[in-house]
Nanobody, 121 residues
């Protein structure tokens, strides 16, 4: 069973920083793409950032470019999203997503349960 668990959310003032982490576990052979998405109340889930684990190519939404940085997966099976210069409009629940996860049972995708980020003074 594949599992993704996010951590690192919280309350921060505008201009502050947070680092979100996504730890994965289970019978995983490889993960092709890892990403972060967010969903604010009353809005659709939107892409924040992704990283291709083979090419290290990253992609960011225009709203976070220059402020957020997505990392590679490290030896502890954890991937992070560094968020700087946070704005109130960044307030949302943030979800980790693994795409094209190779397992002994086939290729899957998986979502974490999410972590809340609130930017407010």
């Amino acid at each position: 069973q594949v599992q993704l668990v996010e951590s690192g959310g919280g309350l921060v003032q505008p201009g502050g920083s947070l680092r979100l982490s996504c730890a994965y576990s289970g019978s995983i052979i490889s993960i092709r793409v890892m990403g972060w998405y967010r969903q604010a109340p009353g809005k659709q889930r939107e892409l924040v950032a992704t990283i291709n684990t083979r090419s290290d190519m990253t992609d960011y939404s225009d709203s976070v470019k220059g402020r957020f940085t997505i990392s590679k997966i490290n030896a502890n099976k954890t991937q992070t999203l560094q968020m700087n210069d946070l704005k109130p409009e960044d307030t949302a629940r943030y979800y980790c997503h693994g795409d094209r996860i190779a397992t002994p049972d086939g290729v899957k995708d998986c979502w974490g349960q999410g972590t809340q980020v609130t930017v407010s003074s």
